[in-house]
């Protein structure tokens, strides 16, 4: 079984990958998705885990399943 570190270092790795491959910068996303760059930049870096409606909303706003960052 994954730890949650892992899962959350995994799941930083993939949204960062998606935000570069878009082109957009940290701060472009946070304000679309409502959610403050350092909040993110965490995220991103695995340091904080993300609750069910922020991964939601990022998965929106890519277009991709939610599946995807699990």
């Known amino acids: ?3 949650l570190k ?3 270092n995994e ?3 993939r949204l960062k990958g998606l935000r570069i491959d878009k082109g957009i910068t940290q ?3 946070a ?3 409502k959610i403050s760059r350092d909040h993110l930049s965490n995220i991103e870096n695995g340091k ?3 609750n069910l409606k922020n991964l939601y ?3 929106v706003f890519f277009d991709v399943d ?3 960052f699990l």
Do not use: F, H, T
């Open 1 to 3: 079984m994954m730890g």
């Open 48 to 50: 904080y885990p993300i």
């Open 11 to 13: 799941l930083g790795r």
């Open 6 to 8: 892992k899962i959350q």
């Open 27 to 29: 701060d472009e996303l």
């Open 66 to 68: 939610i599946k995807y």
């Open 57 to 59: 909303k990022l998965a």
């Open 31 to 33: 304000y679309a998705v």
